[in-house]
């Protein structure tokens, strides 16, 4: 939907932008803290949890600088045992075409003509951070995507099987869970708050090298750098290729980026760790950097927790995101968009166009339409407009300002639900792989759901993810499981007691798809 200026574009090209990658390595432990029992309820949100585990283990929820001077040695300890690495497997992705010339290159060379390659299972690592005592940790979308195994390694030194709770690649954003109680957490702060130039802390595991801190500033907040949610094959290639305009019906760009900008030293290795400020509290996970080589060379971007804790609350209650949108496709004006528009005005952002139906037709928005302010707040970047609304739940209004015809007037737009995006997962070992490769996230039914569909139980499918069963067989977002092997499903946890019994490979899975039609499909695992 977004379309950037030439100049831009061109800035962008020359510095060159790229999501942090992941390598493989072990885990050493640079210390812990001791926390007490608790019970935690899964129905409170991450900030509640967080709330009831500093006040009964009495820990102060933030670390307080000496007056007059910049202590990071506090916040370092603070953070550091709650960062963890992970490493993921992955099933070899190599097409036979891909085999073949490989095969002719490096087969003839050792005399091994006509000899099939072994595909051997590809590894990578990451980071992730702790954000409640009974397991949840948050990291990228892309540490975790399409992983059929991730493995944990705290900073403790133990070690531990996670599965996918749900992700956002909207936001690369993805909520993994281990089984585990009095964890150490970080405290999570609030992006909002964070001023350029405050020092910050990013921790995690760059190049193996697990438990790292650096430091830096904040540079600049709100950076969109247009490698998350790209519509089309050539940006998928190449992100920062111009954005060609979109064929009717028009669509809008569902990747929300209002990075925070820092200096502070992060690596391949450091995607899903922890950007905070001196007080030990969490203010980003860190996503992305600049640069020519793949490695640090001056800026990495965080994505800021205030968005990230919406994702993640709607994560673990429904099982995926519940996204409002707005329905405009717009671009940034500049001087150069505005004397090729032939506009006076060169800040704001111009719509293009007006999806059918959404809340901006609905309350009156037309293409050529600028929108000067977003909630009051003046609009340049489409950071100003994307935040804001990924925030917000379907359902919620925001207020937009647009200027048309040399007047400006305030209009209010209903957002409007997202259509379910992204159909988003060797035989599994374990029930934590097995519950990835199935390739979805659930949520239990409400009273209100069982009374329509006539059931007694079941959990409904809120998320479908790529490379998993669920896709492979077109499971979609909406179906009902009530069985897995003839066994009763409720909950998230009855899915794993029912798959930890598996016998020859196989997993029948009942239920009634999202037209009311009762099914079982029969899966059989290779």
Do not use: C
Not at 202 to 227: H, Y
């Amino acid at each position: 939907m977004e379309t950037k200026n030439k100049n831009k574009m061109n800035n962008m090209k020359k510095l060159g932008l790229t999501l942090l990658t992941a390598f493989v390595g072990g885990a050493m432990a640079l210390g812990t803290y001791r926390v007490l029992e608790n019970k935690y309820t899964n129905s409170l949100s991450f900030d509640d949890q967080q709330k009831v585990y500093f006040a009964s283990n009495h820990l102060s929820p933030a670390i307080t600088s000496s007056a007059g001077e910049v202590d990071f040695t506090q916040a370092a300890a603070a953070v550091t045992p709650a960062v963890v690495y992970i490493r993921t497997t992955y099933t070899s992705t190599q097409s036979n075409d891909e085999q073949d010339q490989l095969q002719q290159m490096f087969g003839q060379m050792f005399g091994q003509r006509g000899q099939r390659m072994q595909q051997a299972p590809q590894m990578a690592s990451g980071s992730g951070v702790i954000i409640s005592p009974d397991g949840y940790i948050v990291t990228n979308n892309h540490v975790v995507e399409k992983a059929d195994k991730i493995d944990i390694t705290t900073n403790d030194h133990r070690h531990f099987k996670a599965k996918v709770i749900g992700t956002d690649p909207n936001t690369d954003l993805a909520l993994i869970k281990i089984d585990a109680t009095n964890l150490p957490i970080v405290k999570l702060g609030n992006s909002d708050d964070a001023r350029v130039g405050e020092w910050v802390l990013a921790v995690g595991n760059p190049f193996n090298l697990t438990s790292t801190v650096t430091a830096g500033i904040v540079s600049a907040k709100g950076r969109g750098i247009g490698i998350i949610g790209t519509q089309d094959d050539e940006q998928q290639q190449n992100p920062f290729a111009p954005t060609r305009r979109q064929q009717n019906p028009p669509q809008a760009r569902k990747g929300i980026e209002s990075f925070i900008q820092t200096d502070a030293a992060i690596n391949p290795g450091n995607s899903g760790g922890a950007l905070v400020n001196t007080k030990g509290e969490l203010i980003g996970i860190n996503s992305a950097i600049a640069s020519h080589t793949g490695s640090y060379e001056g800026y990495g971007f965080a994505i800021p927790i205030n968005l990230a804790k919406k994702v993640l609350n709607d994560i673990k209650e429904y099982g995926s995101v519940k996204r409002g949108m707005v329905g405009v496709q717009f671009h940034e004006l500049s001087q150069d968009a505005a004397d090729e528009l032939k506009i006076d005005r060169n800040t704001g952002l111009y719509v293009d166009d007006v999806v059918a139906g959404s809340g901006a037709e609905q309350a009156g928005i037309k293409k050529g339409d600028i929108i000067t302010k977003v909630a009051g707040a003046n609009a340049y970047s489409s950071s100003d407009l994307e935040e804001p609304v990924g925030r917000l739940q379907p359902g919620d209004k925001i207020n937009l300002t647009v200027l048309r015809d040399g007047s400006e007037k305030s209009l209010s737009v209903t957002l409007k639900a997202d259509v379910p995006a992204e159909h988003v997962a060797a035989a599994p070992k374990s029930a934590e792989e097995l519950y990835n490769k199935l390739g979805a996230s659930f949520a239990p039914l409400t009273q209100a759901q069982k009374a329509k569909l006539r059931v007694n139980g079941g959990v409904m499918v809120t998320q479908v993810r790529r490379g998993g069963m669920f896709a492979d067989f077109d499971m979609p977002v909406g179906s009902v499981i009530t069985g897995i092997n003839n066994q009763p499903i409720n909950s998230v946890g009855d899915i794993d007691k029912a798959i930890t019994n598996i016998h020859n490979g196989i997993i029948i899975i009942a239920g009634i798809d999202n037209e009311g039609r009762m099914f079982k499909n029969r899966f059989q695992l290779q």
